[in-house]
């Protein structure tokens, strides 16, 4: 228990580092805030590509096709032809055409606001269902992407690599009200300073609370 509480003062502390170095918590993805479908699409095209790409790709997509029904009718071989540079573009615009389907024949053309019914869309995963979740519904989410899980584990946050696992251990320490942007500003810090595989403990505002940073002396 005492090992469990401090690690939620040190999540904490994290929380609170992150939020004034980056005051703007903001998810890198663009996509219409009144349109859910755009984001769960756009978070489809992420996975092994890169979110500048992905944003370029929907830009014009999104054009195109304005509606979850105009997806759901599409064809699926002129949604590959859209999304052909961000890679798998079979496999996504497959997932693509079938969630919108699914969105549109089972639930009323909304995308579903539980993680439960997120889950049976196809292509969806616990990441993606999270982040509509926290950013679409406002609920309190923890998306565990891969700079989530290699900070957390840094800072001796999180024990594993699991996207689960990190999840669960993760909703028992961060106050859940701000873990939704805490997540956000991973991602930009992972980018910026705390870079895989050469992070840049001199310069990072989380070095005071990490456990990597005290281990190898390099805390400022």
Do not use: W
Not at 47 to 61: F, G, I, S
Not at 96 to 110: R, T
Not at 155 to 166: I, Q, R, S, V, Y
Request: hydrophobic share 35%.
């Amino acid at each position: 228990m005492e090992e469990l509480e401090r690690r939620r003062r040190q999540a904490h502390q994290a929380v609170d580092l992150l939020e004034q170095e980056y005051p703007d918590a903001v998810c890198s993805l663009d996509y219409d805030p009144s349109k859910a479908h755009e984001l769960l699409i756009s978070v489809r095209l992420a996975a092994q590509c890169t979110d500048a790409r992905v944003n370029l790709v929907t830009e014009k997509m999104f054009q195109q096709y304005r509606t979850v029904e105009d997806f759901a009718n599409a064809k699926v071989e002129d949604i590959e032809e859209c999304v052909r540079s961000c890679g798998l573009y079979k496999t996504k615009a497959r997932d693509i055409v079938n969630m919108s389907k699914m969105i549109v024949e089972q639930f009323g053309g909304k995308v579903p606001d539980n993680m439960d019914d997120l889950l049976k869309l196809p292509g969806v995963g616990r990441k993606s269902a999270n982040l509509i979740l926290g950013d679409v519904y406002g609920q309190p989410a923890v998306v565990c992407d891969t700079h989530c899980i290699r900070i957390t584990n840094l800072l001796g946050l999180t024990t594993t690599k699991d996207p689960l696992k990190t999840e669960r251990e993760l909703r028992q320490l961060l106050p859940m009200d701000r873990a939704n942007d805490f997540c956000h500003r991973l991602v930009i810090h992972g980018r910026a300073v705390c870079v895989a595989r050469r992070p840049n403990c001199a310069q990072c505002v989380l070095a005071p609370c990490c456990d990597y940073a005290q281990r190898e002396g390099k805390a400022l």
